[in-house]
């Protein structure tokens, strides 16, 4: 069956399942507040659900799973979730994003389970300024879950560092060295004014095209590799001496035309753009019709999605954060943590 297809003639492929909105950092450009409105827990899709979900996605274009949240190794038993996400036939990705503090435990496990990739988020390798940045002291283990990671046997992992102007914007080149060194595929993202981002102020945004400058004159040039966009967020560059990184420019240079990704909140809400201000909760079709039903639900909003939210953002003359705490309280789905990254 061709992939389910929406007024852009953009495939779904692409499925970011939020399996909790807890987390154990509060990063400034994410949960800077020190009060959350919480998802019930007894609202969260069971593994048995989520999986069973995702089996009849696949034959309208899934390909692709990544586990986030919150943070996604918060939940109890993910690699019961993970063995089940890989026992599925024409399943061809399945990842997990994670801020890996909590990898030491995991990791082997999650290896184990079938899981086929990981990507770690990691904005400074300063302990002090993780701890700013984090309001967790917690830099070490963050470290421990990268060597833990190695060690479980994961290759190719991705470290994403959200560059913020004045907080991490002069570690690019340290994050280059750090990621050179651990084989790890490092993607500077520009700050995000999504729900969550209260504090996001454009003065804040590091654009891609000074991140790319920056390090091609630090590093003898740096030459794009992928010449057409593909459906991946990141722009792939290659430095003189063969390093590749990605740059991923959300805010200044979106790239909503080839957008195949949908969300699904740990309590069953179908998002299907990152800017969307409400999403569809489908939580109760799935329980009370079952996962084909469900599935369907979502092929149907699928085919009606026309968003663009990060071109539309880019277009506004004056652009702030797009909520604020009072709102984020009223619909914490509106949340990047409740949304996934
Ligand atoms: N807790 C996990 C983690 O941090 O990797 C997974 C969830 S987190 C919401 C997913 C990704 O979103 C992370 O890489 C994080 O850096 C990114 N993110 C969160 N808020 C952002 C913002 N305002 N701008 C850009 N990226 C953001
Ligand atoms: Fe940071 Fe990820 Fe937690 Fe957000 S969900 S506070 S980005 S670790
Ligand atoms: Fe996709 Fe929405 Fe992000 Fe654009 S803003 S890339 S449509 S999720």
Redesign the pocket.
């Known amino acids: 069956m061709p992939a389910a297809l929406d007024l852009h003639h953009r495939p779904l492929r692409n499925l970011r399942l ?1 399996v909790t909105d807890r ?1 154990n ?1 509060r ?1 400034g ?2 949960m800077p507040e020190e009060r959350y409105e919480w998802l019930q827990r007894a609202d969260l899709l069971t593994f048995e659900e989520s999986s069973a979900l995702v089996a009849e996605l696949i034959p309208h274009g899934v390909e692709k799973v990544r586990l ?5 190794l918060l939940r109890r038993d993910i690699d019961q979730l993970v063995r089940s996400l890989r026992a599925h036939a024409g399943l061809r990705e399945l990842a997990l ?4 503090l909590r990898l030491p435990e995991h990791a082997k496990e999650l290896r184990g389970a079938g899981l086929d990739r990981l ?3 990691l ?1 400074t390798l300063r302990a002090d300024r993780f701890k700013e940045l984090t309001r967790r002291d917690e830099l070490a283990g963050a470290l421990r879950g990268l060597d833990a990671a190695a060690s479980a046997g994961f290759t190719g992992t991705k470290l ?3 560059v913020m102007r004045g907080t991490n914007d002069d570690e690019l080149l340290d994050m280059l060295d750090f990621a050179r060194e651990r084989a790890l595929e490092v993607r500077f ?6 729900g ?2 209260t504090r ?1 102020d454009m003065s804040r945004v590091v654009p891609a095209t000074e991140i790319i400058e920056l390090i091609g004159a630090a590093r003898g040039g740096a030459t794009p590799e992928d010449l057409e966009r593909t459906a991946a967020p990141a722009d792939r560059y290659r430095t003189a001496d063969g390093q590749r990184f990605g740059v ?1 420019a ?2 200044t240079r979106p790239f909503c035309g080839s957008c195949d990704r949908a969300r699904l909140t740990a309590d069953g809400q179908f998002i299907t753009c990152l800017y969307a201000r409400r999403g569809t909760p489908i939580a109760k079709v799935l329980r009370a019709r079952g996962s084909r039903a469900a599935a369907e639900q979502i092929v149907d909003l699928w085919t009606g999605r026309s968003d663009r939210g990060a071109e539309e953002r880019a277009g506004l003359t004056t652009r702030e954060a797009l909520a604020q705490p009072g709102e984020l309280q009223q619909e914490p789905h509106l949340e ?2 409740t ?3």
Do not use: K
């Open positions: 939020s987390c950092l990063c450009y994410c986030t949240g919150g943070e996604p994003t994670t801020n890996g990507t770690v988020s904005d994403n560092v959200v993202i520009e700050y995000m004014d999504v969550g981002a996001w991923i959300s805010t990047m943590h949304r996934g990254g």
